[in-house]
Structures are given as structure tokens and as C-alpha cells.
């Protein structure tokens, strides 16, 4: 059986983060583990390379890269655009950096780092089966410290939870987001009409709502999935710090 730390943050992630999309890496709460799912076959697995593929891979680092560029080339007599949003802007580049690698290693690795993971768990719970019950002041502390791991890793989801609710508006309203002027010099070059500055206004709005729901569900996945492996190999030391006798025991039997 899984932590309680370890199933109430997942299941609270699933819930709160949850779209019509699904990352490939899921919970499972009936049997209390990570599970891997293949694109194939599974259509809102590929709906979510999709989306992070084409919306945050490609146009965002896309205009990103464009924005730095004119900002590299442009003079302090005439900057590209204010310096408070030229660092809210890179700010923003490093988080859709680690939205990209996060997508390539849970593309190329996320099979095994669930198998690895779900190990990892299954060693844990062997090894701390009753110890709650055998040392009780040990017990008392590890139930504080999971009460205490519990609400901070909740509290984390609940934010994420938030943030493409705040983000997506703010960028709208004060015009730090990353396609703002790259729209704007297009609009300058081409004079596009009414009707295709609407239809680009609106292609703008989805591609940002789109980069906030899934940036706000990949992050926290990865942090819950580094946090919980970090707290169960602490737990797994120090279990058999404290009963290296039996279980070098067990281990020779």
C-alpha cells in the first residue's frame, strides 16, 4: 500500500489538473501506482504530444527565440521593448525550457521512470510493513512528517492549479506573453485586415490558454514523482539504518 503522502498528491493532481488530454504518465488509483501509456492506440495521449509538441515546442519556443533575437540586436537608445518585460519574458523562456525537456525525457524515458518509480515504492512499502505499530515514538514521527510532506506537495498542486487562470489573462491584459510582438511586428509588415487580426487574436488566446494547462500539469507531475522517489528512498535508508539486524537477516534466509 502506497503512502498516504504519495496517493493523496496524485489523486489530487489527477483531479485538479486533469483535461481532455492525459499526459502518458498517470496514476492509478486502484492499484496505488504510476502507470506509462503508449500514444498508440490511445487518442488523448496523442492529442497531448500534440498539443505540447505543436503549441509550446514549436510556437512558443519559436517566438521566444524571436523575441531574444530582436532584443540581442536592438540598441539601449531604442529597446525592443521595457526591460521589466524583457525579464518577465525570460523568466517565461526558462519555464517553457523546462515544459520542453520534461515533454522529451517523458517521451523518451517515462516507461522506465514509472517502472523505476513503482519499484522504488514497492521496496518501501516491504520494508516499513508494521513499523508504525513496532516503534512508537518512530511512528509518531513519521506520521508528523508525512502530515507535513502531505500538505506542502497539496498545496503545490493547488497552486498549479491556479496558475493558468492568473497567467493567461495577465499576459493578455499587460502584454508580456511571448507572441505579443511578434504579432504586432507582422501587423506592421503585412497591415492585416480586421478579420484576420480577430482570427490571429483568437489562434493567440488558445495557443496561451493551451501553454498554461499543460506547463501547469507536466511541472507539478515531475516534481511530485522527484519529492515522493526522494521521500521513499529516505524512508527505505532509514529503515534499514534502524533494523539492519532483521533485515540482513530476512535477506540471508
Request: overall charge neutral; glycine content about 4%.
Amino acid at each position: 500500500m502506497a503512502p498516504f503522502y504519495v496517493t493523496s498528491s496524485f489523486q489530487e493532481h489527477a483531479s485538479k489538473l486533469g483535461t481532455f488530454t492525459e499526459c502518458p504518465i498517470q496514476w492509478d488509483g486502484k492499484r496505488e501506482c504510476l502507470r506509462y501509456k503508449s500514444s498508440v492506440g490511445n487518442f488523448k495521449v496523442k492529442m497531448w504530444h500534440f498539443n505540447v509538441f505543436l503549441t509550446i515546442d514549436l510556437a512558443t519556443d519559436g517566438a521566444l527565440f524571436y523575441n531574444f533575437f530582436q532584443i540581442g540586436r536592438s540598441t539601449l537608445a531604442k529597446p525592443y521593448m521595457p526591460l521589466p518585460i524583457a525579464l518577465i519574458l525570460a523568466l517565461l523562456g526558462v519555464l517553457t525550457f523546462y515544459v520542453s525537456l520534461n515533454h522529451v525525457m517523458v517521451t523518451l524515458y517515462g516507461k522506465e521512470a514509472v517502472n523505476g518509480w513503482n519499484e522504488i515504492l514497492k521496496i518501501e512499502g516491504q520494508l516499513v510493513k508494521g513499523m508504525h505499530t513496532a516503534i512508537e515514538n518512530g511512528a509518531t514521527m513519521i506520521v508528523n512528517s508525512d502530515a507535513a510532506l502531505t500538505a506542502t506537495l497539496l498545496f503545490i498542486i493547488r497552486n498549479f492549479s491556479m496558475y493558468p487562470y492568473l497567467l493567461v489573462p495577465s499576459e493578455l491584459f499587460m502584454e508580456f506573453d511571448a507572441f505579443h510582438y511578434p504579432l504586432r511586428d507582422m501587423n506592421r509588415t503585412c497591415e492585416f485586415s480586421q478579420v484576420t487580426l480577430v482570427i490571429l487574436n483568437v489562434l493567440h488566446f488558445t495557443i496561451l490558454t493551451v501553454n498554461a494547462f499543460e506547463a501547469s500539469r507536466i511541472m507539478p507531475l515531475v516534481i511530485l514523482i522527484f519529492i515522493s522517489m526522494l521521500n521513499l528512498m529516505k524512508t527505505i535508508f532509514s529503515t534499514c539504518h534502524t533494523n539492519r539486524n532483521d533485515v540482513l537477516s530476512q535477506w540471508r534466509e
